[in-house]
């Protein structure tokens, strides 16, 4: 690109920044884009004739949509003024600079949006579960579904976020305390789109592809921390996300496990979350856990059932003009 201090400003330069430069331009992370490249934002930059001329409005436009950029990526820009109507237009100083760093960062995001409260199916096993000194597992089955990929791409590349919270308060076993502690220790697992193939700052928090927040204690034998949607093959087997193990003997063969997987059309993330219980031995022992209360929707608080709830925390339209991504849908059941 020619576009130095001293040169004319030429439609090409214009039309390099608005659209047609590979790896850096303005429509690719605005508008459709591809993979992990696109916000799916419905006005796009046009651009000039080869033979035209560039105007001031033109110019401000393109100014102006790198600052929405810079500002819903949290990304430093610099400092500079519109070209004014009627007068020559000067260079617009490190314009190229700005742009690369916004596509850099384009998978950052200054702002979360709600996070969801709805789901169909059930979240909660509000029956008790296994019998006496036996092994038992417990199944959640969670899907999150958009209405199309290209609705699933804008939703992880602005930002989105989709997050498992876990709970289980009765008491009234001898196994009910150690599956409490254990459900406690857990905490929450976010899974980030890995945009750009790195980590992504959202809302003033890192999200690596997998992320566990306020958990601790267990033995966690699993975080697939730079595992996200984009790192899962659509149609592939599930991969392990996350597991966690009891860290007190003779309990260590108990865990919480969640693997993710995507469907072949890429709208669809599967969370299979399984809590296991192996068999015991010792004199007096028993494992069976209580059922409880349900969990109900909308999500106000957990009931006192074991209990895994998948939401989703779409991304913030504070800079973005519209919400491209739909109103992904949420279902969940329990076995």
């Not at 109900?296 to 608080?301: A, Q, V």
Request: aromatic share 8%; hydrophobic share 30%; net charge neutral.
């Amino acid at each position: 690109m020619t576009y130095t201090a001293g040169s004319q400003i030429v439609a090409t330069d214009y039309n390099g920044f608005a659209q047609n430069t590979s790896g850096a331009n303005v429509n690719d992370i605005w508008g459709a884009g591809s993979g992990d490249k696109g916000y799916g934002q419905p006005t796009t930059l046009s651009t000039v004739s080869t033979s035209a001329t560039v105007t001031a409005t033109q110019w401000s436009n393109l100014n102006n949509r790198i600052s929405s950029l810079a500002n819903q990526t949290n990304t430093s820009i610099t400092s500079r003024s519109n070209p004014t109507v009627g007068n020559p237009i000067a260079i617009l100083s490190a314009l190229n600079t700005d742009l690369t760093n916004c596509t850099n960062n384009r998978g950052n995001a200054v702002a979360s949006g709600t996070t969801s409260s709805t789901w169909t199916g059930n979240t909660a096993k509000t029956s008790a579960t296994g019998s006496g000194q036996t092994t038992w597992t417990i199944t959640w089955t969670q899907t999150v579904t958009f209405a199309d990929a290209d609705s699933a791409r804008y939703f992880w590349n602005a930002g989105g976020l989709v997050r498992l919270d876990m709970s289980k308060t009765a008491n009234a076993t001898d196994a009910d305390g150690d599956w409490n502690t254990l459900v406690g220790q857990v905490g929450t697992i976010y899974i980030s789109g890995r945009v750009n193939s790195t980590a992504q700052t959202i809302s003033g928090t890192s999200y690596t592809g997998t992320t566990r927040i306020g958990g601790t204690g267990g033995t966690q034998t699993t975080l697939a921390t730079t595992t996200g949607w984009y790192s899962l093959t659509p149609g592939a087997a599930a991969t392990t996300l996350f597991q966690l193990n009891n860290a007190t003997s003779p309990y260590t063969g108990e865990y919480i496990r969640t693997t993710a997987a995507v469907n072949g059309g890429s709208t669809t993330l599967t969370l299979v979350t399984t809590w296991f219980q192996p068999a015991v031995s010792a004199a007096g022992t028993t494992c069976n856990i209580s059922g409880g209360t349900d969990t109900t929707s909308p999500y106000s608080s957990f009931g006192t059932a074991p209990a895994v709830l998948c939401r989703y925390v779409p991304p913030s339209t504070t800079y973005l003009t519209t919400a491209s991504w739909g109103t992904p849908t949420v279902a969940s059941s329990v076995a």
